[in-house]
């Protein structure tokens, strides 16, 4: 088992930034790699980024690239998601998720990742 704790949404203005953090324990949070979704009212669940189990790898949605930037401290077992530049499509609950995987097959696909936080919300005013 991994249990994943999200911290650092928030309501923010457009133009701005913030961080969000997804603090693992349990199974050896290396082994794993990591993505972000989110969803928003009435819509499905939508990929954001993902990172390989050495970090070496990462991968966006075209909707966030060149804007948030997702990392990991393997030996803090915390991933992270930089969110710059939000805007209110942005508004959604953010949750991190440890994928059946290191490496990053199947990344975008909400099936690949066995094990899920409980959400942090990210509101984005205009």
């Known amino acids: 088992q991994v249990q994943l704790v999200e911290s650092g949404g928030g309501l923010v203005q457009a133009g701005g930034s913030l961080r969000l953090s997804c603090a693992t324990s349990g199974r050896t949070f290396s082994n794993h790699a990591m993505g972000w979704f989110r969803q928003a009212p009435g819509k499905e669940r939508e990929f954001v980024a993902s990172?390989?189990?050495?970090?070496?790898?990462?991968d966006y949605a075209d909707s966030v690239k060149g804007r948030f930037t997702i990392s990991r401290d393997n030996a803090k077992n915390t991933v992270y998601l930089q969110m710059n530049s939000l805007k209110p499509e942005d508004t959604a609950v953010y949750y991190c998720?440890?994928?059946?995987?290191?490496?990053?097959?199947?990344?975008?696909?909400?099936?690949?990742?066995?094990?899920w936080g409980q959400g942090t919300q990210v509101t984005v005013s205009s």
């Open positions: 990172i390989s189990w050495s970090g070496g790898s990462t």
């Open positions: 998720a440890a994928s059946v995987y290191s490496d990053m097959y199947y990344n975008t696909r909400p099936g690949t990742y066995a094990y």
